[in-house]
């Protein structure tokens, strides 16, 4: 469950590393500066719409539309009179409530660019729209971790080639990895989320440790029928892979 307070989360003490190191800086753009950092925008961790209270909503609907087509497809199977064109709406209603069980994932980077605003806007526009990837950013201590429609963070992510970094816009903060600084890369897995778990040195007394992850259709279907065991090999870490392209991929670790 994210943090209610900057001070209990667990990027606390990345961030007051990060403010000490822009502050001798005093960049005009963080993003300009020449080390990696982790710097909040909003006075909580979590504060206002979230992608995941978004899909919650969307979700609802789309059981509230299923829902209602079958009771229409019902009622006009009951009555003759009007009972095709009755049909013909019921099977639209249970059509977009399908529809709307997929929507929140398909457009998950343009909803996350919403909510960012023009720092989102500005990162799209600078990566274009396949250069940019979507995740939720969270705590890499899995002991930790708790399933939240919330999170942590949820991110947009530019892999920098030219830079040799990641610049990352989130919701509730602003991150720069530099190849330079990361000290591990490797695999991240959680449940049904795949993706990266990286450490990176913020200052010579202060490491980052963050996982990015994307939950996996694969991962889940798999977890809800074992018997698919021999599928696990199909999953795709599109995530690492792009990390790996950047960061330094000699120091990955396999676990």
């Not at 000490?20 to 925008?41: E, K, M």
């Not at 778990?197 to 994307?214: L, N």
């Amino acid at each position: 469950m994210a943090a209610r307070t900057w001070d209990t989360d667990f990027r606390f003490a990345a961030i007051q590393a990060s403010i000490r190191c822009l502050a001798d800086q005093r960049p005009d753009d963080p993003f300009s500066c020449d080390g990696s950092f982790c710097v909040p925008v909003a006075k909580r961790p979590v504060l206002g719409w979230t992608p995941g209270r978004i899909s919650l909503i969307a979700l609802s609907a789309g059981f509230a539309l299923l829902g209602g087509g079958a009771f229409l497809a019902s009622w006009a199977e009951k009555n003759q009179a009007g009972g095709s064109a009755l049909l013909a709406f019921a099977v639209c209603c249970s059509l977009s409530g399908i529809v709307l069980f997929f929507l929140p994932a398909k457009f998950d980077r343009q909803i996350i660019s919403w909510l960012i605003g023009d720092r989102g806007r500005a990162l799209m526009e600078q990566a274009g729209l396949a250069g940019i990837m979507s995740a939720e950013l969270s705590n890499a201590e899995q002991k930790d971790m708790k399933l939240s429609i919330d999170g942590d963070d949820h991110v947009l992510i530019f892999p920098d080639h030219a830079g040799r970094r990641l610049m990352i816009e989130g919701i509730g903060a602003r991150y720069q990895i530099r190849a330079d600084d990361v000290v591990v890369l490797r695999p991240f897995r959680f449940m049904n989320y795949v993706g990266a778990e990286v450490v990176c040195q913020i200052d010579d007394d202060t490491q980052f440790r963050f996982a990015v992850a994307r939950v996996s259709l694969l991962a889940e279907l798999i977890r809800q029928l074992p018997f698919l065991f021999f599928l696990r090999g199909k999953i795709r870490n599109r995530l690492l892979d792009r990390c790996e392209e950047v960061l330094q991929p000699e120091i990955v670790e396999v676990v």
